[in-house]
């Protein structure tokens, strides 16, 4: 079991597809590291047939073929682009739960900086429009406080009914 | 026989709905009290007659009555009669008469409990849900009927309850988050009513406030159990996975928080009107939106009901109009004119201003992730899949923005703040936060730094809190003196802002220390998992009430005592031949250790999942805790307060007067 | 602020409201194939027919053809298999079958039921070419031009309507192409 991945990589070399070898009934990794990476790998990548599921969530058969070729890309040493991008061949960018950042996405990747910007834009001319206005604005005459309590009586009177 | 009573009792609460819609809002713009008098038993009645409806179908599924469609697709002989109970919402026609029976109960709770304000108000309130409560009558008796029969060709048993929802988080989920959903049309009803009447002020505000923030307390307790049920029942440990339907409850929670924040600088200083206005609106728009979503099948998920055009389209179309009509009133009649105020810099409403810049912009951000692979296909420009690595890297900084500010923000004053003075008040609480935040980090053994963002910004926002019931419990007559004299909205606040905090260091702890590891057990064999050691004893097998199970007993150690023994299972439901994975967790405070079992890979050998995971618990707790804080506020005194005081107030509000406001403006 | 502000809601509204009824009645978890426009991969498998015969892309060279994934366990496949007969039989249309993760006594079973309208079986047990062609569940249908080329996928059973409305068009611009 142990030369297992070695047996495999020396397959890699001299084989055209990745398919050469019976799948893996369980994955096996030297180092909590590389457990780690295929964690974090099969959690990016989207099952194309179920309704909303990672690959290491989903039971379908699809994800299982998708999780052995993580597997044994990363046993043959592809890095994580390379991995992902033989999926992407094969399954279309749908199966990428992160988006890619192109023309398509940058308002996508943008939109937070932009929002919180523009937020607070917005906020600093609240206070500069306030700093040009006078508190509480010119006192009232005797007549008009007089009719202010008039109105107050009066709505005191309506709200009770 | 039975089953049509129920569609008949939906009819005439379609009926009274009507009613209400026009009457009591004719009575209020014609001032005729006669009219106006109808609000009040016209809500009854619809309430009474919903319920009704709601107990036959209830009925139908205690007694195995199969006849019924929608009994035979949910239910099944076998099934416990808890439940069968629970199944009555279990899919999407009896969900619907559950959401509409809330929607009756708010309604009917409006009008018993607001005898002080004034008739016109009231009426106009209750005509607004009176509509919507037409729109989702129409929905459910024209496209949704949970009453439709399978006659003559009665099944002789039904198709059984999806095993994943035979649960305790199905008896309790869906009715909490409804309770949030539907509470926010209150909120909404009371919005589209001050721009009818045109009064909007701060006692618009202060009548708002208990209604929004009990909604809002319902909705965090659904949203925390659909995370917990969803934990312990997936078998995979996971709490959030940002899937459409998860965002669609987060987009009201995190649109509400800001119309609760929102509301409370209208009532207190009568500004931000039109704003407040605007988001009492697209709150329960959201609601709905996410009603839509669910139930269209116009994104996938796991968690939605069947994709039926149809549906979709009528379900778009209530919203559309209710949308359209209520942005389109709001165009018209929401004020323009400028408040005579002035804040400072770092006032108290700038504070909160910038909490609902942050709050606002994490809705749309949310929202445009979830709608964004549909601009694309409208578009052509491919199917892109938007999921958790977009929305960690992109939520995270600003919750823990918002975090940051909420800090600061509690030691605000309204209208002015002096910022040496701010500064000097923070001093403490930061140096107090960066030690504890570096001791955590120590405890759990490593530096991550969005691990160290996130624990700051919990502790920080405790340390904030605390710091500020200290400053103001300061009292002559001594401390608990000073505790008393707190208003329960102020308590209310501080175990808001308390239960936030631990949500977010559950949130960033689980995240960056948890472990998760697949390893291949056979009996009689260990494995480690964080400091745990994890030893595999037997599997046997066992008889369930609807199913068979091969379960594992795990021991697990720790330093080498034992700490639980646990029995997850492979659960066989042989009605609808589907296999389920049930978790054992041994759940602690500080930490749960989770173990599940997966593939059986030889005669021997099985693929067990075992997981650590640190302070998982105070995502829920901490929810918990959120929400009592929310219905502690509703139960102030100032809720309570008689019509003559209430006129005193209303009056008052208006003005900046000088004298007494000094302790109103203290609390929040 | 300016009235016309408060309008801008009811914009956003109305948009975010077009671009909801827009994706009312499609289905979302229906994937174009990332293979348009591309060979078909390589590959070496046996011949269901003939054991011992090796088959490889080169076999779709020279006629516009049909590769249709299918498998004895897969129900829809029975489902469509009447309307392959028909189209190879009646319309002359150049079948190439795939027989996905199954197993040769139960493909022969299926075919000795159902009938065989295709020219050539390539015998997949694994499903490694299914899988390097994208192939996320049975039955799909894939538009392969003279050269070898993917030109289209469809995924779902393939009846009269799917022919007329979806694959026929496809295949006409393929045959007008070379």
Redesign the interface.
């Known amino acids: 079991m142990r030369f297992m991945p070695v047996i495999l990589a020396v397959l890699m070399v001299f084989a055209?597809?990745a398919?050469a070898e019976?799948?893996p009934?369980?994955?096996?990794f030297d180092t909590q590291a590389e457990?780690q990476r295929f964690?974090n790998l099969i959690?990016?990548l989207?099952c194309?047939?179920?309704?909303?599921?990672?690959i290491?969530?989903s039971n379908a058969?699809?994800s299982k073929?998708m999780r052995d070729?993580v597997y044994l890309m990363m046993q043959a040493g592809a890095t994580n682009d390379e991995i992902v991008g033989s999926l992407?061949?094969?399954?279309?960018?749908?199966?990428?739960?992160?988006?890619?950042v192109d023309r398509?996405?940058i308002v996508?990747?943008a939109?937070?900086a932009i929002?919180?910007f523009g937020?607070?834009l917005?906020?600093a001319g609240?206070?500069l429009r306030?700093?040009g206005?006078?508190?509480?604005?010119p006192a009232l005459s005797p007549e008009e406080k007089a009719r202010v309590e008039q109105m107050?009586a009066d709505?005191?009177q309506?709200?009770?009914s | 026989m039975y089953p049509e009573l129920g569609q008949l009792a939906l009819i005439i609460a379609l009926l009274l709905a009507v009613l209400l819609s026009v009457v009591p809002l004719a009575g209020a713009a014609t001032g005729r009290d006669s009219l106006q008098a109808f609000a009040r038993p016209l809500s009854t009645g619809m309430f009474v007659f919903t319920g009704l409806s709601f107990a036959v179908l209830t009925h139908a599924f205690m007694v195995d009555d199969f006849s019924v469609a929608y009994v035979a697709n949910n239910s099944n002989s076998m099934l416990p009669w808890y439940y069968k109970f629970s199944a009555v919402w279990g899919g999407h026609e009896g969900s619907l008469l559950l959401w509409i029976l809330m929607l009756a109960g708010w309604t009917l709770a409006v009008a018993v409990f607001s005898r002080k304000l004034p008739s016109t108000m009231v009426s106009q309130v209750l005509s607004v849900m009176g509509m919507i409560c037409v729109g989702f009558f129409l929905f459910i008796i024209v496209t949704s009927n949970p009453f439709d029969r399978l006659l003559p060709n009665i099944p002789a048993d039904g198709s059984d309850l999806n095993p994943l929802l035979q649960d305790i988080g199905l008896i309790l989920h869906p009715p909490m988050l409804y309770m949030g959903y539907v509470g926010f049309s209150v909120a909404f009803a009371f919005a589209i009513a001050a721009l009818i009447n045109g009064k909007l002020d701060a006692a618009w505000a202060r009548w708002s406030r208990p209604w929004t923030t009990v909604a809002w307390a319902f909705l965090t307790l659904g949203i925390a159990l659909g995370s917990w049920w969803a934990y312990y029942e997936l078998g995979w440990g996971g709490w959030w996975f940002w899937d459409p339907v998860e965002n669609a409850s987060l987009l009201p929670w995190l649109s509400g928080t800001a119309l609760m924040h929102s509301l409370a600088v209208t009532e207190k200083r009568g500004v931000f009107k039109s704003w407040t206005v605007l988001l009492a609106i697209v709150t329960f728009s959201l609601s709905l939106l996410g009603a839509f979503l669910v139930r269209s099948g116009v994104l996938t998920s796991v968690h939605s009901f069947a994709n039926d055009p149809e549906r979709g389209t009528f379900l778009l179309a209530l919203l559309g109009i209710t949308v359209v009509a209520s942005l389109t009133l709001y165009a018209f009649r929401a004020p323009v004119v400028h408040v005579r105020s002035r804040y400072g810099s770092l006032s108290r409403e700038i504070f909160l201003l910038l909490n609902n810049v942050l709050l606002v912009a994490a809705t749309m951000l949310v929202a445009i992730g979830t709608l964004y692979p549909l601009v694309l296909d409208y578009l052509n420009l491919g199917k892109l899949s938007i999921g958790e690595p977009f929305f960690n890297a992109t939520f995270s900084p600003m919750a823990v923005a918002a975090g940051l500010l909420l800090g600061a923000g509690i030691f605000s004053r309204w209208k002015r703040t002096d910022g040496g003075w701010l500064a000097r008040k923070l001093l403490w609480p930061l140096a107090v936060s960066v030690l504890a935040t570096t001791a955590v980090m120590l405890v759990y053994g490593s530096f991550a730094p969005w691990a160290f963002a996130g624990v700051f910004t919990a502790v920080w926002v405790t340390m904030a809190t605390v710091w500020d019931l200290w400053d103001k419990s300061a009292s002559k007559k001594g401390r608990w003196y000073g505790l008393k004299r707190q208003s329960r909205s102020y308590y209310g606040m501080v175990l808001g802002h308390l239960g936030l905090a631990m949500v977010i260091a559950g949130a960033t702890v689980v995240s960056n220390y948890g472990i998760e590891r697949d390893v291949r057990m056979v009996p009689g064999g260990s494995a480690e998992v964080g400091d745990y050691t994890v030893v595999f004893n037997y599997i046997g097998e066992r008889q369930g009430a609807n199913f068979r199970a091969e379960y594992g007993e795990f021991d697990v150690f720790l330093d080498g005592k034992q700490v639980a023994s646990l029995h997850p299972e492979k659960r066989h439901y042989p009605v609808g031949m589907s296999v389920m994975t049930e978790a054992a967790i041994d759940a602690g405070l500080f930490r749960d250790v989770f173990i599940a079992i997966g593939e059986r890979i030889s005669d021997e050998a099985w693929a067990i999942r075992l997981q650590y995971k640190p302070l998982v618990r105070w995502l829920w707790l901490g929810s918990l805790i959120m929400a009592i804080g929310g219905f502690l506020a509703i139960s102030d005194k100032r809720y309570r307060i008689r019509v003559r005081s209430e006129a005193k107030d209303t009056a008052s509000t208006g003005e900046a007067s000088a004298a007494g406001s000094k302790a109103a403006e203290a609390n929040a | 602020m300016r009235r016309v502000m408060l309008f801008v809601p009811l914009v956003v509204a109305l948009v975010v409201g077009i671009l909801l009824a827009s994706g009312i009645g499609k289905d979302p978890s229906e994937l174009e194939s990332a293979l348009i426009g591309k060979p078909v991969p390589e590959f070496n498998l046996e011949n269901l027919r003939e054991p011992g015969e090796m088959l490889d892309q080169s076999l779709f060279r020279g006629e516009v053809s049909l590769l249709n994934v299918w498998a004895e366990w897969c129900p829809a496949c029975w489902d469509e298999h009447e309307d392959l007969m028909w189209l190879a039989n009646e319309k002359g249309v150049r079948i190439i079958g795939l027989n996905y993760k199954d197993q040769k006594e139960n493909a022969f079973r299926f075919l000795g039921r159902l009938g065989d309208p295709y020219q050539t079986i390539i015998f997949d047990p694994r499903g490694t070419l299914g899988f390097d062609l994208g192939v996320y569940g049975a039955p799909e249908t894939f538009v392969i031009d003279a050269r070898g080329v993917v030109l289209y996928r469809h995924v779902g059973v393939v009846n009269e309507r799917v022919w007329e409305e979806i694959l026929l068009p496809v295949m006409n611009q393929a045959k007008g192409n070379s």
Do not use: M
């Open positions: 055209l597809p398919h019976a799948p009934e369980f994955y096996d457990e964690r959690a990016e989207r194309p047939k179920c309704q909303n599921q990672n290491a969530d058969p699809i073929d070729q992407v061949d094969r399954f279309g960018e749908f199966v990428k739960y992160k988006p890619p398509r996405t996508l990747w939109f937070p929002a919180v937020g607070l917005i906020v609240v206070v306030s700093r206005r006078d508190s509480n604005g107050l709505k005191d309506s709200s009770r």
